[in-house]
């Protein structure tokens, strides 16, 4: 996968996540319209495919994407962890609303 080319944008936005069930939650740290940073207790593996519902104000967009990298911080398991996600055929209000996010 190539390095992202978008300047991603400050959002935190609640959302839950899975391989298959999105049943651990977390939040997004930056967004863009094809990927985001997310934080959260639990994080998946590198190359590992994950389904996302992200609450996004007014409206839930189900996304899917693909785990490119994943940071946890040794000794300071209290800390969020952390993982960057690139989307798969992100949906038109998904990349709408994106578009409309002020940096």
Not at 7 to 30: C, H, P, V, Y
Not at 66 to 91: A, Q
Request: aromatic share 8%.
């Amino acid at each position: 996968m190539d390095k992202r080319k978008e300047k991603r944008i400050k959002k935190r936005a609640i959302l839950q996540f899975g391989e298959t069930e999105q049943s651990q939650k977390g939040f997004s740290a930056d967004i863009s319209k094809h990927g985001m940073q997310i934080k959260s207790a639990r994080i998946l593996q590198t190359d590992k495919k994950i389904n996302i519902k992200v609450n996004l104000g007014d409206q839930e967009v189900q996304l899917q994407g693909v785990v490119c990298w994943n940071y946890e911080l040794s000794g300071y398991s209290s800390l969020p962890k952390t993982m960057g996600i690139f989307f798969l055929n992100p949906p038109q209000e998904f990349m709408k609303y994106v578009e409309n996010l002020k940096e």
